[in-house]
């Protein structure tokens, strides 16, 4: 299966805009780990670091589940990889770590982030506050920092590709 990736029309209007460029973030993240084995998908392609696409995935899901569910819609719903004890959790995988897994929960959380997101205006505020700041954030503030963390993630994602299987591409 090839993930179909589409920009938004350039005539398009703010919101289907900048949705449809976070879609095309989504689905070039899920492109750069096509074809892979779970092992392929659990290297760490440079050391020291932990970083492996399948990190990337568990951790856009808590990226997902954090800004829709909890800040947004005020949601109280725990973490799904990381814990207190271990706050980079998603990030360090196992043998009994799978794509299927880490795929089937990325893919859950973007169907909250979507059904969540067509609940708001851009301008309205967040149901819920950021664990950190106390902040609550309007959907045009989430929607833009969600398409800048993939976009920074896809440039990591380019990089491991690259070294796990020599694939390249934009």
Not at 118 to 124: I, P, R
Request: aromatic share 8%; glycine share 8%.
């Amino acid at each position: 299966m090839t993930t179909e990736r589409r920009e938004p029309a350039v005539d398009a209007d703010e919101r289907t805009m900048v949705e449809g460029w976070l879609d095309y973030h989504r689905r070039t993240l899920a492109w750069k780990c096509e074809g892979l084995t779970d092992a392929q998908l659990r290297t760490a392609a440079v050391t020291p670091s932990a970083l492996s696409l399948m990190g990337l995935v568990r951790h856009m899901a808590e990226v997902e589940r954090h800004w829709y569910r909890r800040v947004l819609a005020g949601e109280e719903c725990g973490p799904i990889y990381y814990s207190d004890a271990d706050p980079d959790g998603e990030f360090r995988l196992t043998e009994a770590d799978t794509w299927q897994e880490a795929h089937a929960t990325w893919q859950a959380e973007v169907g909250a982030a979507r059904r969540i997101a067509a609940g708001f205006g851009l301008d309205e505020p967040s149901r819920g506050k950021h664990r950190r700041t106390g902040e609550r954030y309007t959907l045009r503030w989430i929607h833009t920092h969600m398409v800048e963390e993939y976009a920074r993630h896809n440039g990591h994602a380019d990089l491991i590709r690259e070294c796990v299987d020599g694939t390249t591409g934009d």
